[in-house]
């Protein structure tokens, strides 16, 4: 194997190598139970070939790494921004809820104020029915009690007028007897002074 095929498979190396040496080992009774390659270092540390070897290998690594760092970035900033625009989709959803929550309440609120200025305006009107009713049968009433009251009046002048005839009546009735007795009595007195003097 080459120094380049070694560095790239070293699991064939391995495995290459431990056939090999196996069937050595078997002749003098030994056996492999592990076998690794851990490490290739150059005996020229000043040409450096396999240090050489592996930068375009170090320099494609990093290029990969870089590009999917690259790639990495451009996917969370694109996922960060669509989040951002859901986000902000979510937010005007809510905010909208929040309005059309808001205008339903005014409108139900604004419906409660009518049917209770409603409610209001028929106890009102209600009341200055009810008011006016009252009013009438309180006036009606007082007509009554005036009429009444005339009545009572009348009938109470009538009943004097009466006790003042009935008066008057006993009055003339006495007054008429006494003179009716004075004049009998005058007779009598008469009568007897004329008797008297016949004698």
């Known amino acids: ?25 078997d002749l003098m009774g030994f056996k492999i ?19 050489n070897l592996g930068r375009p290998r170090i320099a494609q690594v990093r290029k990969q790494a870089e590009i999917a760092e690259a790639d990495n970035e451009r996917e969370t900033r694109i996922h960060r921004a669509k989040t951002d625009q859901e ?5 005007y959803k809510r905010q ?18 009518e049917e209770t200025e409603r409610a209001r305006a028929k106890s009102e009107q209600s009341y200055e029915l009810e008011k006016a009713k009252l009013s ?15 009545e009572r009046a009348v009938k109470l002048e009538e ?10 009546d006993a009055s003339y009735y006495e007054t008429t007897r ?6 009998r009595k005058a007779e009598i007195d008469g ?6 003097r016949r004698e």
């Open 136 to 150: 009438k049968e309180v006036k009606e009433e007082e007509l009554t009690l005036q009429y009444l009251e005339r």
């Open 191 to 196: 009568e007897a002074k004329a008797k008297i």
């Open 96 to 113: 909208i809820a929040i309005a059309e929550s808001k205008k339903e309440k005014d409108l139900k609120d604004a419906a409660f104020m």
């Open 33 to 51: 139970t592990a076998l690794g390659l851990t490490d290739i270092r150059d005996a020229d540390k000043e040409n450096g070939y396999l240090e």
């Open 87 to 91: 986000a902000k989709k979510e937010e």
């Open 1 to 25: 194997m080459t120094v380049e095929e070694i560095n790239n498979d070293r699991e064939k190396f391995n495995h290459d190598v431990s056939e090999i040496a196996q069937k050595q080992l």
């Open 159 to 168: 009943e004097e007028s009466k006790v003042r005839k009935a008066k008057a």
């Open 178 to 183: 006494n003179a009716e007795a004075e004049a």
